[in-house]
């Protein structure tokens, strides 16, 4: 097996990828793309970075949204085809350029023939995911379920229309992690251990 040069995460709502993809990174000393993803596709594409957060990891008809873009960008194309296209380049670059961790965005799949990754499906039960969401997000606990449910639903719709996979499918990870069950030391422990020992 080759060294790992990067580690993708998908992860359930409020299942704690985020942090996990976070302390495994400070672990190995490399880093980790999440949120800035999203001002560095605004960059690319010459938009508000608040019109690339709407449309990350989600489906929006592009008539209820338009966008004026910078010069030479694909008008036949629509806002959901051009963020993914745009970060697909972006965390190719990244993964090409060192090691790093990126959390979401289809990037197991982008990088699946560019350089040797490690993808990894962060989950855990709906009890654990309700006591992360009201612990860490401050969502209304009547409205927990429902949140979840809507997340998790435009992720993986997501993920299968840019993939035709399914997000959730365990099989199509190298490594699934139930952070319910394990701590997010732990679990970062876990990722960080798999890279260090690939060669």
């Not at 995460?9 to 409020?14: A, F, L, T, V």
């Not at 949120?35 to 709407?54: C, F, N, Q, W």
């Not at 997340?151 to 997000?167: C, G, H, V």
């Amino acid at each position: 097996m080759a060294k790992i040069k990067a580690v993708t995460i998908e992860r359930q709502y409020c299942s704690g990828g985020r942090e996990i993809g976070k302390l495994a990174a400070e672990k190995l000393g490399i880093e980790c793309y999440d949120r800035k993803l999203a001002g560095m596709t605004a960059d690319k594409l010459g938009v508000p970075v608040e019109e690339i957060v709407k449309y990350e990891e989600t489906l929006m008809n592009p008539l209820l949204s338009p966008v004026s873009f910078k010069s030479g960008i694909d008008h036949k194309k629509n806002m959901s085809e051009l963020v993914f296209e745009a970060q697909a380049e972006i965390i190719t670059k990244l993964a090409k350029q060192g090691p790093c961790i990126i959390v979401g965005r289809c990037a197991d799949y982008i990088l699946k023939h560019n350089v040797p990754t490690l993808s990894v499906f962060v989950y855990a039960s709906p009890q654990s995911r309700m006591q992360h969401a009201a612990d860490f997000h401050d969502i209304p606990y009547e409205d927990i379920k429902s949140v979840l449910k809507k997340m998790d639903k435009k992720r993986a719709d997501y993920y299968r229309l840019n993939t035709q996979k399914e997000w959730d499918s365990m099989y199509g990870y190298d490594v699934c992690i139930n952070s319910g069950k394990v701590s997010i030391e732990a679990a970062a422990e876990m990722i960080a251990h798999a890279v260090n020992s690939s060669c």
